[in-house]
């Protein structure tokens, strides 16, 4: 199939000469329609050869917004080349009878620029519009995650909370909007209160998605518990949401801290999935660093997780940190920040002291408007048991 060929609009004086112009433009892949005034040629044409002599002075400028033009003349020294050219059109041609090769390939050169320009203003365009779509739905997308932070945020426990002489508190800072870093702290009795601190991988919505889950579940199989083997709680737990997040399919794995405080035994039952860094006991002889192991929640089916069993002195400080806050500390080895941390611990009085010396520059009162951080931050601190009392 033949290439279309491409219309050339010829604007000169009828005569020979213009004649003799349009054979020379016509040659090859040109099609050349001749008139004498602008307005008498096609709308369809891409390019206008005009001569100097066929177009007033005045008209060059409406002509090169028009269309794309290519002046020809017979001299050089012609007075109506200056105003052609002053007025921007695309270049000109001396004696285009004697250089018809020339002016072929200048015309070509001239539409391919043309179609290019054209070619990038609708590319430019279209990004424009792509742009505008992006900018709406990302602010959708932002107006949506701002939602689900606010609600995220109404989930959490009141801080501080006083729970059977124990007192919690608490600073969760999403990286954004929302957070994969959730906690509770729950009462059963007048003897048992169960709390639980959790990670889940990532951060956004699927995370947080996650953490909605827990704290049905949770809420859920508290009040299934009977209060028998307080011991046995925290380990089927793990256990038991392990098995939901491997047959939900939802990719996701959280590391848990869960512990049930027994006020009568003043003792801690608990049991944990890959916690880090450890939870801290302060109390009057310094700080301990509490033991355990357990494999990452929601990896790896049938685990079974062990329970471990922590007396309480009578004035203690549970100190519970996600891993974002060892991102804000100095030192090149993770045992170095975990060193960081328990040496930071042991010289704040609570979460506030801590908090100080993360450099965290945010405002709380703007939580719409945040800058993002690396990971969640979060801290929690489990107090008592005489806090009931005071």
């Known amino acids: 199939m033949d290439k279309p060929r491409t219309l050339i609009g010829l604007l000169d004086l009828p005569g020979d ?15 050349v329609a001749a008139a004498e005034r602008l307005e008498d040629l096609p709308e369809s044409v891409e390019l206008v050869v005009a001569h100097v002599r066929a177009v007033p002075s005045r008209q060059w400028t409406a002509l090169a917004r028009r269309h794309p033009t290519v002046v020809v003349t ?18 000109y041609l001396v ?38 779509n992006l900018e709406t739905h990302l602010a959708m997308l932002r107006l949506d995650q701002q939602a689900g932070g606010h609600v995220q945020r109404k989930m959490l426990p009141p801080t501080p909370l006083v729970l059977n002489g124990v007192r919690c508190d608490y ?26 601190f959790a990670d889940v991988s990532g951060h956004g919505a699927s995370s947080a998605f996650v953490t909605v889950l827990l704290k049905y579940l949770c809420n859920r199989w508290l009040q299934e518990w009977h209060g028998e ?12 949401l392990n098995h939901e997040l491997l047959d939900t399919g939802i990719g996701k794995h959280v590391t848990l801290f869960v512990g049930v405080l027994d006020r009568t035994e003043r003792c801690l039952h608990y049991s944990l999935g890959a916690q880090l860094p450890m939870p801290l006991l302060k109390d009057d002889d310094g700080i301990t660093v509490l033991e355990g192991e357990g494999m990452p929640v929601g990896l790896f089916p049938g685990l079974a997780y062990p329970t471990y069993r922590l007396d309480l002195p009578a004035n203690f ?13 100095p030192g090149e080895t993770l045992s170095a920040r975990l060193d960081e941390l328990k040496r930071r611990v042991a010289a704040s009085d609570d979460i506030e002291g801590l908090r100080a010396g993360l450099n965290v520059a945010r405002d709380d009162t703007d939580v719409d408007h945040q800058e993002e951080l690396p990971d969640d931050l979060t801290i929690m601190t489990l107090s008592g048991f005489d806090h009931d009392k005071q």
């Open 74 to 91: 017979e001299s050089r020294l012609d007075d109506e080349l200056l105003h052609a050219v002053d007025s921007g059109l695309v270049d």
């Open 317 to 329: 400080r549970l100190w519970l940190c996600s891993d974002g806050v060892l991102e804000c500390l």
């Open 171 to 196: 600073w969760l800072e999403p990286s954004l909007y929302l957070s994969g870093d959730f906690l509770d702290f729950l009462r059963f009795d007048a003897r048992y209160s169960a709390f639980y």
């Open 229 to 240: 083997s307080p011991e046995a709680l925290p380990a089927s737990w793990l256990a038991r």
């Open 17 to 31: 000469d213009r004649d003799a112009l349009a054979e020379a433009l016509g040659k090859g892949h040109l099609a």
């Open 95 to 132: 004696e285009p009878l004697r250089h018809g090769d020339v002016l072929r390939r200048l015309v070509a050169r001239a539409v391919e620029h043309q179609r290019l320009a054209e070619a990038h203003a609708r590319d430019r365009a279209r990004l424009v519009e792509l742009n505008e």
